[in-house]
């Protein structure tokens, strides 16, 4: 019986053992064959990610290193402690767009990424002594104060961690400088980019490299949730906040200006944006001012629903992902102030008897037509910088009587028989008496 214990108790140990160096094992199946002459380098991934459409923000992401164990144990303090190098990725906003293929389905298609890296963060690293040196690697947050304090800028840093350990061996070559070199490096992930804990033990799960993920969503006006926030949306500005609007515009001699034209509109936020927005807010616009009493610009039959934001300003709850029906009338605009950039959307019309219509979709300043023959759609369009607008005009025009009304052809029809018949006639009467 003491036999059994005491060769339980041995393999309890064994297991603990071999749990509490697991990671420095397993590190050596990672990045391996470093030598004095070309040791290990290594670098840290950035993947930043925006809806489709958006232009690249000027943004510095920076990463914190943690020396946390050396050779399993806590590190000692050391006069000179090696501290890992090249910790930053910056972006620009004159780097061009970013490519929108998603062959590797690492993202949704409604979706650009920028993948970019650090250079090697063992550059001019000095080790104290050879050994299994443990850091962990954080992103920091807020590093950028332009888009972290703007009401119109979002962006979501990495919780991400990862733990690096890297094997320091003794520098044997005389003709190398430095006394030791990076032989190989192990890389676990202990948390996602959104923070959640990797389930492993001992925590953290191999991979073959450090990558950061970062959102980032323009909505090119300040959110209107809040009535808290003292700058709240003015719709009437279309170069200032609205992000979005529709209009109508009716001409023509016979084209009448006080009749409301039928419309639907279908809006949805890009994948990026989680969780998605319920309803969107949208006003209704003309002459430069919000139109409060909105009764006429609504179906009556199933009404939308309507609320008034803090400044006193009505507006149309435009349902997220569903058709919601509204009317316009000439010189008047439907207004959206809270859709970020890369928001799908599609308006229709409702055909109006005796009117042409053409369709213009102007996006990031750059107006493009839309026609099609049987339907009155803009087809799928997407919010992108400013300024995104929809004009539908409507053309009806005074038509020159020509004298001939398509309602008499019958009569001429008719007419035009009894000519033929009476020529006939007169023909062969001629023929015969000739005859004779």
Do not use: W
């Not at 005491?6 to 309890?12: E, N, Y």
């Not at 490096?185 to 953290?204: A, H, N, W």
């Amino acid at each position: 019986m003491l036999r059994k214990t005491k060769t339980f108790v041995a393999l309890v140990l064994i297991l603990v053992a071999c749990f509490g160096s697991a990671i420095t094992v397993l590190a050596v199946d990672a990045i391996t064959g470093g030598t004095a002459e070309n040791p290990i380098a290594l670098s840290i991934n950035k993947l930043l990610r925006m809806p489709i459409g958006t232009t690249t923000p000027s943004a510095t992401f920076n990463f914190e290193s943690e020396l946390i164990r050396v050779d399993g144990n806590t590190p000692p303090t050391f006069a000179n402690p090696p501290v890992l190098q090249n910790l930053t990725v910056s972006f620009s906003s004159t780097d061009a767009a970013a490519n929108p293929d998603n062959n590797d389905n690492t993202h949704a298609d409604d979706v650009i990424a920028f993948e970019r890296a650090t250079g090697n963060i063992f550059e001019g690293v000095t080790f104290p002594h050879a050994g299994v040196f443990e850091f962990r690697i954080t992103e920091e947050e807020d590093t950028n104060d332009d888009i972290d304090e703007d009401t119109h800028d979002f962006i979501r840093y990495s919780k991400a961690s990862y733990i690096i350990v890297v094997h320091v061996a003794n520098n044997t070559n005389e003709n190398v400088p430095g006394a030791t070199f990076v032989q190989a490096v192990g890389i676990f992930q202990e948390r996602y980019d959104d923070g959640e804990l990797v389930e492993m033990t001992p925590p953290g799960r191999k991979v073959p490299a450090m990558t950061f993920t970062n959102d980032f969503v323009r909505t090119n006006a300040p959110p209107p949730i809040n009535p808290n926030i003292p700058e709240y949306p003015d719709p009437t500005d279309p170069d200032v906040d609205p992000t979005l609007f529709v209009g109508k515009t009716v001409t023509g001699d016979l084209g009448n200006r006080t009749i409301y034209f039928d419309f639907s509109v279908t809006i949805a936020v890009p994948s990026l944006v989680t969780p998605a927005p319920a309803h969107f807010r949208a006003y209704i616009v003309e002459n430069g001012a919000v139109v409060n009493d909105v009764d006429a610009n609504i179906d009556t039959t199933s009404p939308p629903i309507t609320g008034t934001d803090p400044n006193g300003n009505r507006y149309i709850v435009i349902t997220h992902g569903a058709a919601t029906q509204f009317r316009l009338r000439h010189d008047q605009r439907l207004v959206f102030v809270d859709t970020p950039v890369g928001t799908s959307y599609t308006v229709t019309e409702t055909l109006a008897t005796g009117y042409t219509t053409s369709i213009v979709v102007t996006t990031n300043n750059s107006p493009v037509s839309v026609s099609n023959e049987h339907v009155l759609s803009t087809g799928q369009q997407r919010v992108g910088e400013p300024n995104n607008l929809v004009v539908f005009t409507n053309n009806r025009d005074f038509i020159t009587p020509t004298g001939l009304s398509v309602n008499d052809l019958p009569f001429l029809v008719i007419v035009l028989l009894a000519l033929g018949a009476l020529t006939t006639f007169v023909v062969v009467k001629v023929r015969r008496r000739n005859y004779n």
